[in-house]
């Protein structure tokens, strides 16, 4: 497996070993801004940390907790506005050791946006840290009244979501595999500071508003300075307890797990949250008797990840979840998955799921996204406004692409990697 990522601490020229010699990696590095990202979400949510507390508890029920910390953040979310802010994200991430993986259509459920995942891409840096955030671009090019749309660019072309120079460092520490202990706090505090939250908005209220009737994830992107985190996920090890767990604590939980019903065999992702806090925010770009005003967009998820499936695999589980989803009945997900094996031996020999090679293989575990479910999460807490209409899906790929500078890589293909233990480049 490839090992641009790993840690890289070249020897001190002069033979002594002062710290400020020593290259923090990448990995370092991503570790520091998710523990930095996260005390700022608990200062900035303090719901967030009742989830923590909840998956924490639950987690050490488990009759074999692992010996990692479990409920060390897995993902955070972010939604950017143009082309330049995809590709500076691509950039800062780049610093963390962070490839974008992995291109996700949200269209077809009525969410305008397009995505990736931005995460650590070998085994060994997954294991030193699992930090990934699922960032998403607006799709300006789904706003039907072309007025509203040209206002919307207009005020997105104006923003600048970066601290000055971060961009810069992100670029050096790519490069040379790192940065030094001095210069470490600095980038991270910068890369911080696109990701905090504003409680104003430059904009009038009336444009807010006009905003948000299109469709309130546009109001979101365009009227605010930055690309405030919308939520953070920890990891558990039974999502059923922890939804229960919130709904017993009054946190208010979406009304049902998104992905694959309850299995022995988990496969791919399950995912839950509290829905998102209305939270008060000041509009600077109006009249003084239009300042006040609430927004809707910061929540808490949880996610139980499983084995990651096959090319084969996923068919079935995208058309099995589509049946569900069809039938729409009670029980309708437990009973159109009975079709989808549930023991390790069936999973192997029909090659649905992968293994890492050797007996008995161990399952490879799912680190990606699942698009369906994603447009589940952006619409229960994006409240009722965000509509859930089926659309015919319209991916724009190479737009994109485009905008990020780069292409995705692709996921079957670092899975197939894993369970082969192969030492490709990626
Ligand atoms: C992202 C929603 C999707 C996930 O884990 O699938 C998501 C967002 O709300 O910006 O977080
Ligand atoms: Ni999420």
Redesign the pocket.
Known sequence: MSDILSPTAPASPSGHDRPDDVLLSPDVLRARFAQAMSDLYRQEVPQYGALLELVGAVNAEQPHPPEERVAVER?G?I?LGTAAELSGMRRLFAAFGMRPVGYYDLSPAGVPVHSTAFRPVTTEALARNPFRV?T?LLRLDLIADPGLRAEAEAILRNRDIFAPGVLATADRAAGAGGLSQREAQDFIQGALHSFRWHDTAPVSGTLYRRLRAAHPLIADVVCFRGPHI??L?PRTLDIDAVQAGMAARGMNPKASIEGPPRRQVPILLR?TSFKALEEPIRFTGGPADDEAGTHTARFG?VEQRGVALTPKGRALYDRLLADAQADGGPGALEKHFAAFPDDAPSLLREELAFFREGDPGRPVTYED?LPV??AG??RS?LGDAAGNDARAASPRREMFVQALGAEPLDEMRLYRIEAEGSTATV
Request: no cysteine.
């Open positions: 993902h979310a939604r699922f998403s919308n939520h996920t995912q998820e996204f479910s994603a999460i952006f807490n």
